[in-house]
């Protein structure tokens, strides 16, 4: 039996650029040393893909009844498990469907399933259109929250990772004007304790130090620009560092992230999204990963959105898709070699 991890591969929303970088991903021969991926997606969508790019690679669709793991080995093809049937129309590239939300929502729940199952090893996901699927009747904002009840999670963060930084913001998708009233001492010092263990589990970092960004500009001035720094995340942080967690902070965000990218921190914690987002991009535009934070199971992410103005086109990149596969089958890895000692 092979020892290399299956890695079941969501296919996103069918009208972004998650069928492209899927594909595009797989000629990396790296993929095939490294993982048994399975795509979770659309045959039909799949093949239509093909057949606007060049050089892609061969694509197998599993039937019921007949056996997985042969597909999986095989030494030149991917195996496709095709839960949906789309119409050429339903999945257009850049026009977003309430189809399409039905479908992407299916290709996550079969990988959940997967996962929690042990079937495979871990997941790795195309991004999805937020819009379709809360269109379709799912309403979540995203991938984190919709695998946290699929895997009764109480709590998940997401992780941004690149060369150079790790980010872990507090809220996720939620309107900015939201998040002064999100933040609470409990939900800032539970991002804290689930970063320094997936520092530890994940990346082998036996004393993590971790940067906490403040909200308001110059870390509030001492109440001058807004007292969340002084009620609420100093708080957390003093609370987090009595149990052992090496954390720092809070530090004024415009200044931080210079450090944190120099190698001071092994993670900033931040408040919100865009606050982490906008300096790990600017570092990582191509290549950035996400891992979720708290599932009982790997799961990895590109660190963009569906690309709408250039879905169809052949222009998306899929050097973060290509990542977050490799990514999710080094964990995956860890994990196999922990069971067998």
């Not at 007949?66 to 839960?83: E, N, T």
């Not at 906490?212 to 003093?238: S, Y």
Request: proline share 6%.
């Amino acid at each position: 039996m092979s020892s290399k991890p299956i890695i079941a591969v969501t296919m996103g929303d069918p009208a972004g650029i998650g069928p492209e970088i899927i594909l595009k991903a797989l000629t990396d021969p790296a993929i095939k040393k490294a993982a048994r991926p399975l795509i979770l997606g659309d045959w039909n969508v799949l093949q239509r893909t093909r057949s606007r790019l060049k050089k892609l690679p061969e694509l197998i669709c599993w039937q019921p009844g007949q056996r997985l793991l042969p597909m999986l080995d095989h030494p030149h093809a991917f195996a496709v498990c095709s839960l949906s049937a789309l119409s050429a129309k339903e999945s257009r590239p850049a026009n977003a469907s309430k189809a399409g939300g039905h479908g992407a929502f299916s290709y996550i729940r079969v990988a959940a399933k997967l996962a929690l199952s042990k079937v495979a090893d871990g997941i790795a996901t195309a991004p999805i259109s937020k819009h379709s699927l809360i269109e379709a009747g799912y309403n979540y904002p995203g991938h984190t929250e919709l695998l946290a009840e699929l895997s009764r999670t109480a709590e998940c963060r997401m992780m941004l990772i690149g060369a150079k930084l790790r980010v872990v913001p507090v809220t996720g998708h939620i309107a900015l004007a939201k998040v002064p009233r999100s933040l609470t001492r409990d939900n800032i010092q539970t991002t804290l304790e689930l970063t320094e263990r997936s520092l530890k589990q994940f990346f082998a970092i036996a004393r993590p130090r971790i940067a906490v960004a403040a909200l308001n500009p110059h870390g509030g001035e001492q109440g001058i620009f807004g007292d969340e720094e002084i009620e609420i995340i100093t708080p957390a942080v003093k609370a987090a560092r009595k149990k052992g967690v090496g954390v720092f902070g809070p530090f004024p965000a415009d200044s931080l992230f210079h450090h944190a990218a120099r190698g001071d921190y092994d993670a900033v914690v931040c408040m919100y999204h865009d606050q982490g987002l906008i300096p790990l991009k600017l570092h990582h535009f191509y290549g950035g990963v996400a891992l979720t934070l708290g599932p009982p199971f790997i799961r990895t992410s590109v660190d963009h959105g569906t690309a709408y103005d250039i879905a169809g086109k052949g222009q998306a990149d899929e050097t973060s898709m290509k990542e977050a596969i490799l990514l999710a089958a080094r964990l995956a890895r860890q994990n196999m070699r922990r069971r067998r000692k």
